[in-house]
T-cell receptor, first 114, second 113 residues
């Protein structure tokens, strides 16, 4: 079956703009988690959605937000972009809430903020 | 607070040699432990996981890991490395109560012929 897909794969924005990233989970998976990956910080948890509800949120400012739709697809939004937001944004899906279940990661969206 | 430490930022091994990647964690209860691998331009792939039971866990691609509670470690091993194993490896702890993952900063593996 198809894996986790993320669109777009690459994105270039300028400071102050906003951006929306999309994640389509594996069919039948109801949990979607988002991570930010940077060379200095590694992977940092952003948030997790399950059945259209945010179940957990990492330590990121309110500029970072997300949502999940009834078909389990998820979007994350970053408003008022800063240079430090340049990163690889990874999405992962699992059948249940993530910790007890195997997460399947997408290839990521590479965001560059100029 | 929970944390994961991967002391080795970068490791180079010869093809056919054995490999051990270190992972130490800080977590109050019995952790859920994971090893992931990330190839260039790819997402993360689960190699293996430990929830409970036998402390030696077998994974995909010939990898294994051993949970040592007394040392708060979960080191990844492979007896004979292949050139295709060159990648970034991440150790992670799953926090049961908060349902959240904490990842180490990764170890980059280079395999030389």
């Amino acid at each position: 079956k198809a894996g986790v897909t993320q669109t777009p794969r690459y994105l270039i924005k300028t400071r102050g703009q906003q951006v929306t990233l999309s994640c389509s989970p594996i069919s039948g998976h109801r949990s979607v988690s988002w991570y930010q990956q940077t060379p200095g910080q590694g992977l940092q948890f952003l948030f997790e959605y399950f059945s259209e509800t945010q179940r957990n949120k990492g330590n990121f400012p309110g500029r970072f937000s997300g949502r999940q739709f009834s078909n389990s697809r998820s979007e994350m939004n970053v408003s008022t972009l800063e240079l430090g937001d340049s990163a690889l944004y990874l999405c992962a899906s699992s059948k249940r809430l993530a910790v007890a279940d195997t997460q399947y990661f997408g290839p990521g969206t590479r965001l560059t903020v100029l | 607070a929970q944390s994961v430490t991967q002391p080795d930022i970068h490791i180079t091994v010869s093809e056919g040699a054995s490999l051990e990647l270190r992972c130490n964690y800080s977590y109050g209860a019995t952790p859920y432990l994971f090893w992931y691998v990330q190839s260039p331009g790819q997402g993360l792939q689960l190699l293996l996981k430990y929830f409970s039971g036998d402390t030696l866990v077998q994974g995909i691609k010939g990898f294994e890991a051993e949970f040592k509670r007394s040392q708060s470690s979960f080191n990844l091993r492979k007896p004979s490395v292949h050139w295709s194993d060159a990648a970034e490896y991440f150790c992670a702890v799953g926090e049961i109560t908060g349902n959240q993952f904490y990842f180490g900063t990764g170890t980059s593996l280079t395999v030389i012929p």
